[in-house]
């Protein structure tokens, strides 16, 4: 059964600095992994899809990355702004749950001005 | 392109009331079709996901049930609220086939409040 991993669960930082949340996934037989981002009481948005034979995505200040074999994935940000702040969900299809996805936990971030 | 559409954005039901929330995708065919449930300060929960017409999975045994009428269409219900339903609803779609290849898109969520 897959598992999905988020750490931290919670991080603050100051504006500016960059900054990497961490996914783990316990099957590595994914077809891929999605970036969401959540605002308190809104939706989910996503920011990027990397498919499994795929090494990483970028979108703007947005880098992310993923190493199948090894089950994990990174989403860094650079020079973050107070409007990052968010909580940010990682997602996997595939494995032994191949018409859904598994969400981690989350990682609520907060950027100081 | 493609839009997901849920309503209602808010609802506040009594116990023992029903409950009929909608999803609605425009701009695709044959889509998959999913509800999640995010209790306050908890993680998202998958209750029910859909790979064509009249085709239910569920995830979680629960007072509530789905249906799938017309392709675009997801509409999640129960007869009779509990106290434990309250939490945000997510629909999300994405690309038709298991081994598809495609990312999820969800709705702005249904915020519901059984008192």
């Known amino acids: 059964k897959q598992e999905v991993t988020q750490i931290p669960a919670a991080l603050s930082v100051p504006e500016g600095e960059n900054l990497v949340l961490n996914c783990s996934f316990t099957d590595s037989a994914i077809y891929n992994l999605q970036w969401f981002r959540q605002d308190p009481g809104k939706g989910l948005t996503s920011l990027l899809l990397?498919?499994?034979?795929?090494r990483e995505q970028t979108s703007g200040r947005l880098n992310a990355s993923l190493d199948k074999s090894s089950g994990r994935s990174t989403l860094y940000i650079a020079a973050s702004q107070p409007g990052d702040s968010a909580t940010y969900l990682c997602a996997v299809k595939g494995g032994s749950s191949a018409s859904k996805i598994i969400f981690g936990s989350g990682t609520r971030l907060s950027i100081r001005p | 392109s493609q839009t997901i559409h849920q309503w209602p954005a808010t609802l506040v039901q009594p116990v023992g009331s029903p409950l009929s929330l909608e999803c609605t995708v425009e701009?695709?065919?044959?889509?998959?079709l999913y509800w999640y449930r995010q209790a306050a300060g908890r993680g998202l929960q998958l209750l029910f996901y859909s790979v064509g017409i009249g085709q239910i999975s569920s995830e979680v045994p629960q007072n509530l049930s789905a249906s799938r009428p017309q392709d675009r269409q997801f509409i999640l219900s129960s007869k009779k609220l509990l106290l434990s339903d309250s939490g945000f609803y997510l629909c999300?779609?994405?690309?038709?086939?298991?081994?598809?290849?495609?990312?999820?898109?969800f709705g702005s969520g249904t915020r519901l409040t059984v008192v």
């Open positions: 990397i498919q499994s034979s795929q």
């Open positions: 701009g695709t065919s044959n889509p998959n």
């Open positions: 999300a779609w994405s690309g038709g086939g298991s081994g598809a290849n495609y990312g999820y898109t």
